[in-house]
């Protein structure tokens, strides 16, 4: 069987995506993507005009699907929707999460975006949540803080395989967290 010669963007970003899953960023050239399509590399570069361009698409894929994640309703509750969505991405995407998180070979200034954008996120939900839309923005970004830092170390416990909880363990989890941090606000 001949060699298929051509593939869209859409194919080799999709076959590039699950090498980032399986191994890493750190794995994403422009020989393994070929090699996976069983293609040469010019259809990459023809495609993508560098592998800069390939990474930040596909950067921006995992950007989105961890939003995506972060955004399901999976308690009544969404900022404690958010750090559940950021610890079931840890044990399901594991290679993602690494990537992300533990600034495996993104760039600098796409970690800073997704950070950003999630720290929005988690604004918006503290002003949204009736319990604490007055609350100074001092306060909130001191909880802010505070919860990061478990979601997060929490999140690599989970996805280094330390520690592997259910869904409902993890939601427990943080919701103990949550009236801890909560509580520390209430005796200031």
């Not at 958010?82 to 998180?101: V, Y």
Request: hydrophobic fraction near 40%; proline fraction near 1%.
């Amino acid at each position: 069987m001949a060699r298929k010669l051509s593939f869209s963007k859409e194919e080799i970003l999709n076959t590039a995506y699950k090498i980032l899953i399986e191994d890493g960023m750190k794995n994403i050239t422009a020989r393994n993507v070929a090699k996976e399509l069983g293609s040469s590399t010019i259809s990459i570069y023809s495609n993508f005009g560098s592998m800069t361009n390939l990474k930040n698409d596909l950067s921006r894929m995992a950007k989105n699907k961890l939003l995506d994640i972060t955004k399901i309703e999976y308690t009544e509750q969404k900022l404690l929707n958010i750090g559940i969505g950021i610890c079931i991405f840890a044990k399901k995407e594991k290679a993602l999460f690494r990537s992300i998180f533990l600034r495996e070979d993104l760039s600098k200034d796409f970690i800073e975006e997704i950070i950003t954008d999630l720290k929005n996120l988690i604004i918006a939900s503290f002003k949204a949540d009736e319990r604490y839309k007055n609350l100074p923005d001092d306060v909130i970004e001191w909880m802010l803080k505070k919860g990061w830092w478990y979601v997060q170390g929490y999140a690599s416990l989970i996805c280094s395989g330390f520690y592997n909880p259910s869904d409902e363990v993890i939601e427990k989890e943080l919701r103990d967290m949550g009236s801890v941090i909560v509580h520390a606000v209430e005796k200031k």
